[in-house]
């Protein structure tokens, strides 16, 4: 109990005592404040050369507690370039700190420098002079009061960039909580470095480093004033999970030369890919490794503008496993011996890439290669793989930014030897040595964009130099498919150059062709580039994409296709495709019930596709061409009206976009057609006709042939006057003519001849002229759209016979009074091909 109150006690008078320390330090600086600040300003404008401003200058005792603080706000320097306004800082607080007992004695020594909240922006210009030498000794004697003895800095939340303008390099790094500890033996000064940062971005040249890496650094030093060499004792750098250690030496008398070695500590396949540039460390930055991964090398020679040092890197594996978090898929066993050095010449043009003596297997199928990648501004590549693959763990390692998923199985053998420059220009230069041969057993693909499948492909690729040669390869697209054999031209420097060109010349055999899936497939796989704003596509929706990059040259055989509600049987004949423009000397195809040829070319090197075409239509059952066209999309006359057979030569000009709509104001076309064994059943037209003709015949109108030349332009379809031979007691002959838009508007104009024996008083005609030799014509026209027309007496037909028969009756009587004509021929016949209402 005694010992417990005299705890108490002690304690009590020890929190006492603080508080008359802190209200004796108070006081101290309340009277010593504005002398403190003076000194301060006094002694900082000896050293400092360029112009700072600041908003705020105060001592506090609290923030950086138990040492007393200069504390400066909102300050901005000026960078150290003459005539230059740009800041080299902008920093909300600074603080300069001294113990509190300096307060006691006068004489204050300025220990630490704490930089908060802001920004650094230290840069080399193009001419070699640095923005940042502000700080300079002093030029007289310093103040016995106040002096700099700098023991610590400490960065926090402070964003530094460093611009190197001749080596063209940036850095651009945000230090969360950085402390250096300094402190000086003679002429050499030891300085500790601890804390964390983040690198927001590292660019040297065009490549990228470390984007978005957090740093943890743990480092010692050593700076020899007099000898000018700082000595880096073991230090380590943690990049990620990456940790290096550092030692060495850098001599900066004169110029900068470097002594630096680096091994990796722990290292796992992010020690390595740490230092790639960005485009491949987050291309391969989640993928992680067990087992024994290496990492070392050395830095030597001068670091200049114009001077490089020399970079030496070994790496390898031995016995490791790589593999992806999220997949399962494993790559077991690996072994590889790999070197990156910079060369003789100390520059890209000698750097050199060796990755050797590569061996693993993935789900118990072995691999091996090697690849050596050297002179990095005109590369030169050998490669050599020789793996058997299984599909889908191949694609559960490395996912495809297209594929989705896969299965089946491939042996791949590739070798490559060759400058890339070369094979870009000239692929089928002798200086490119390229072999492999791929055989593929039941592999599938599933592609992302679109539905389909590729399925259980089986065949085999064979590469000479920047060619492919395609063996029997079959399979099934969707529900089609294909057996391929043939060649693809310049493939090699397709797949890994962008612009260009692929050529396959190949014969294309299908038992079985699904137009619909396909076309489906290229919309979804074009949509991007071909839909409209706010369009958007569906089981409906076609595209017609041919990329420039490729040309065909196909020889074509399929048994059967379907198209909508088409059935084709027996397609033959040879496609080409050049420059976008697919163009076809002739294509065969039964269905309908007949046969179609057809010659012509599609065009898409504009914005319409402008198709232009000859087809022939032999035999064609004219009901199932309505019926599989749906009508062509017009309702005034059907497949149920429709009965013969057609023979027809379309020839055309059609222009579609790019999802095979028409522009119909474009379309220009003359259609020479034969229509044989016609019926026209129950046709609305027709049975308008029932006050001239019984209903009963017209329900059903039989016709032997027709025939006629028809033409297209401006969504007008122009029908020439034409005779239609029929089965009725009265419309033995009609004779039609007009003009029918692609709205649907008709203007037509019917003759009709009506027979008669007799001179008779008809109750619906009136007195009809009747002669064996001529019977009378009833004109009619047809107008209106299709649910919504007329029928009425030609008038004007009428006027324009009536005048045409006078003139030529009013020629007969002058040719009678010049006595032109035998006497049997002076009795002039009244006309009966016409007759009033």
Do not use: C
């Not at 020679?301 to 490089?308: A, L, M, P, R």
């Amino acid at each position: 109990m005694g010992n417990r109150k005299k705890v108490t006690r002690y304690f009590f008078w020890g929190v006492a005592g603080i508080f008359l320390i802190m209200a004796l330090a108070g006081g101290a600086l309340a009277l010593y404040q504005d002398k403190i600040i003076r000194l301060f300003v006094a002694e900082a404008n000896q050293h400092i050369k360029t112009k700072i401003a600041v908003e705020k200058i105060e001592v506090t005792w609290w923030e950086q507690f138990p040492q007393v603080a200069i504390r400066l706000q909102n300050v901005e320097v000026t960078e150290a370039v003459p005539g230059s306004t740009a800041p080299l800082a902008k920093l909300k607080n600074v603080y300069a700190t001294f113990y509190p007992w300096d307060l006691l004695g006068s004489s204050y020594r300025i220990r630490e420098i704490h930089l908060e909240d802001g920004e650094v922006h230290a840069r080399i210009l193009a001419n070699g002079k640095v923005n940042y030498r502000f700080f300079q000794s002093a030029d007289t004697v310093q103040s016995e009061t106040m002096q700099f003895h700098l023991q610590h800095i400490v960065l926090k939340h402070v964003h530094v960039t460093y611009q190197d303008a001749p080596r063209r390099q940036v850095y651009d790094v945000h230090a969360r909580a950085l402390r250096a500890a300094l402190e000086m033996e003679g002429s050499v000064l030891q300085l500790e470095a601890s804390g964390n940062t983040r690198i927001k971005n590292i660019r040297i040249g065009l490549n990228e480093f470390l984007n978005g890496k957090e740093v943890t650094l743990a480092s010692r030093l050593s700076i020899h004033t007099e000898r000018q060499t700082i000595t880096l004792q073991p230090s380590e750098v943690q990049i990620g999970k990456a940790v290096y250690q550092l030692g060495g030496q850098i001599a900066y008398r004169q110029k900068t030369q470097v002594n630096l070695t680096v091994n990796g500590k722990n290292t796992q396949v992010q020690s390595l890919l740490a230092l790639l540039p960005a485009r491949y460390s987050n291309q391969f930055g989640q993928y992680q490794s067990d087992g024994d991964v290496y990492f070392k090398g050395k830095v030597k020679g001068e670091v200049s503008s114009q001077k490089n040092p020399f970079l030496d890197f070994e790496f390898g594996a031995r016995d490791a496993s790589f593999y992806h978090p999220g997949s399962r898929e494993k790559v077991e066993g690996v072994t590889l011996v790999g070197r990156f050095t910079n060369g003789a010449q100390r520059n890209s043009q000698t750097s050199r890439l060796e990755v050797r003596q590569i061996q693993g297997r993935l789900r118990g199928k072995p691999f091996s290669g090697e690849v050596i990648y050297q002179n990095f501004v005109n590369p030169d590549l050998h490669l050599n793989v020789n793996a058997q693959l299984d599909v889908a763990s191949v694609l559960g390692l490395f996912p495809g930014k297209h594929l989705e998923k896969g299965s089946g199985q491939a042996q791949v053998r590739f070798a490559f030897t060759g400058n890339l420059r070369t094979f870009r220009a000239n692929p089928v230069s002798p200086a490119i040595k390229a072999r492999g041969e791929a055989t593929l057993r039941q592999v599938s693909l599933q592609f992302r964009q679109h539905p389909i499948l590729f399925k259980g492909f089986n065949g085999t690729l064979l590469l000479k130099k920047n060619d492919v040669a395609v063996s029997k390869v079959k399979g099934k697209i969707g529900d089609s498919d294909l057996l391929v054999n043939g060649y693809f031209k310049n493939a090699l420097a397709w797949l890994f150059f962008k612009g260009q060109k692929l050529r396959i010349e190949a014969d294309v055999a299908s038992r079985f062709l699904n137009v619909n899936q396909i076309l489906a497939a290229s919309a979804e796989m074009g949509s991007s580039a071909t839909a409209a704003p706010g369009e958007k596509g569906g089981s409906g929706a076609y595209a017609f994409n041919m990329p420039a990059q490729l040309e065909l040259d196909l020889n074509t055989s399929v048994q059967r296709l379907t198209f909508r509600r088409f059935r084709g049987r027996q397609l033959s004949g040879r496609i080409q495709l050049k420059d976008k423009v697919l163009t076809t000397p002739g294509m065969a195809m039964q269905g309908v019930g007949g046969r179609f040829r057809v010659a012509g070319r599609m065009d898409a090197r504009s914005p319409l596709i402008k198709v232009t075409s000859t087809a022939h239509l032999e035999n064609i059952n004219v009901d199932s061409l309505f019926y599989v066209f749906e009508d062509f999309g017009q309702t005034f006359i059907m497949q149920r009206h429709l009965r013969g057979e057609l023979t027809a030569q379309i020839t055309s000009d059609t222009y579609l976009d790019h999802r095979l709509r028409p522009r119909t104001d474009l379309v220009r076309a003359e259609v020479k057609t034969t229509l044989r064994n016609g019926q026209l059943i129950n046709f609305a037209p027709m049975q308008k006709l029932s006050l001239f003709v019984k209903r009963g015949e017209l329900a059903n109108l039989r016709f032997s042939e027709m025939k006629n030349n028809f033409y297209i332009k401006n969504r007008i379809v122009y029908i020439p006057e034409m005779e239609i031979k029929s089965n009725t007691s009265r419309l033995s002959t009609i004779t039609v003519s007009g003009t029918h838009t692609f709205d649907q508007l008709m203007d037509y104009r019917v003759r009709i001849p009506l027979k008669s024996q007799r001179r008779d008083k008809d109750e619906r005609f009136g007195v009809i002229a009747t002669s064996s030799a001529n019977n009378p014509n009833l004109f009619l026209t047809i107008k209106g759209k299709e649910g919504n027309f007329k029928v009425a007496y030609d008038q004007q037909r009428v006027r324009q016979k009536v005048a045409a028969d006078l003139k030529r009756e009013k020629k007969v009587v002058k040719d009678i009074l010049r006595g032109k004509k035998k006497e049997e021929e002076k009795r002039v016949k009244p006309s009966a091909e016409y007759f009033e209402f």
